[in-house]
């Protein structure tokens, strides 16, 4: 392991702006790409409720950066490292300065929450061994939209969204996700959350029934990516209820939403799926969808 202390950790400001985009380039170019970003560096200087700090090279060059947004709770910490000069101990400095911003602040936060949106094995492992649970890691698929779609079982009718079977909506994700632990969210909630969405499109958002029964759900929106030219189609969340599995209606739900995407101008579907939901990354791959990167939340409660 080569000596950190070489490489000095400074508060961040605009002369460093287009040492940061370097360093985020080289961070995506070894790790992929990010689904969702945390918004401009410039805001993050300028905002009052945000602290943002870069490791310095002698020569000058931005090889890390750490921030933490304070306004929350629990307050939000993240960072990067140049791939290059990764292995040196930069990273626990990272987290060591942004959990020390948390803690400083008047009504200290009891916990910490990290998201990183391009995990690698390595960031896992770090935060690991700083004490961070971990919360959830996902995959990111995405599928192209030009393939074939499959169709919905001919049995099957859809309702969108609307304020008279939004309760519907939320009856039917509780079914669907009951046999993996369990929903906490209430229904006022899970419906605000949805709806309070800045892309949310209820004409999106479709109820499958078998004749008077509620079968499955799916939710969806477009979404932009970090480093994409253009917005995606992104399905949120799809559930099928247990009595109603093996029927093709989740298969045929994905091509239903992908054609309505398509039709709007859309060339790429996407969406995300926990690790340990192997079910539903079988149900997603035989619908086309690949791996593009994995995302994670960890949490830790400070001392």
């Given amino acids: 392991m080569t000596d950190s202390s070489k490489y000095a950790w400074r508060d961040a400001g605009p002369a ?3 040492g940061l985009a370097a360093l985020d380039d080289a961070c995506y170019r070894a790790d992929g790409p990010e689904l969702v970003g945390w918004g401009a560096y410039a805001d993050q200087i300028a905002a009052p409720d945000s602290s943002i700090a870069c490791a310095v090279t002698p020569g000058g060059e931005v090889v890390g950066v750490a921030w933490a947004r304070l306004g929350n709770m629990p ?116 419906i605000s959350w949805n709806k309070d969405e800045d892309d949310f499109r209820p004409d999106l958002c479709l109820l499958a029934y078998v004749g008077d029964q509620p079968a499955a759900f799916l939710t969806a929106g477009p979404l932009q990516p970090v480093q994409y030219d253009t917005p995606i ?29 398509r039709v709007e101008g859309f060339t790429i579907l996407g969406l995300d799926v926990n690790l340990n939901n192997p079910r539903a990354m079988r149900v997603y791959e035989r619908n086309g969808f690949s791996v593009v990167g994995r995302r994670a939340k960890f949490s830790k409660r400070l001392e």
Avoid at 249 to 255: K, P
Wanted: net charge negative.
């Fill in 75 to 190: 307050a939000m910490l993240g960072g990067k490292v140049h791939p290059d000069y990764r292995r040196q101990g930069l990273g626990s400095q990272a987290v060591h300065w942004a959990e020390d911003c948390a803690r400083s602040q008047p009504g200290s936060p009891g916990s910490v929450v990290i998201r990183n949106e391009a995990i690698t094995e390595g960031a896992e492992a770090l935060y690991q061994r700083e004490g961070y649970a971990t919360d959830f890691i996902e995959y990111w698929m995405n599928r192209d939209l030009a393939g074939p779609l499959a169709e919905l079982p001919p049995e099957v009718r859809l309702e969108t969204w609307s304020d008279s079977n939004a309760l519907v909506f939320y009856d039917t994700f509780i079914d669907s996700f009951r046999d993996r632990g369990g929903p906490r969210e209430s229904a006022v909630k899970w």
């Fill in 233 to 261: 189609g992104w399905i949120a969340q799809m559930g099928v209820r247990p009595q109603w599995r093996g029927r093709g209606i989740a298969d045929g739900l994905i091509g239903e939403i992908g054609r309505r995407f």
């Fill in 16 to 18: 460093d702006l287009a």
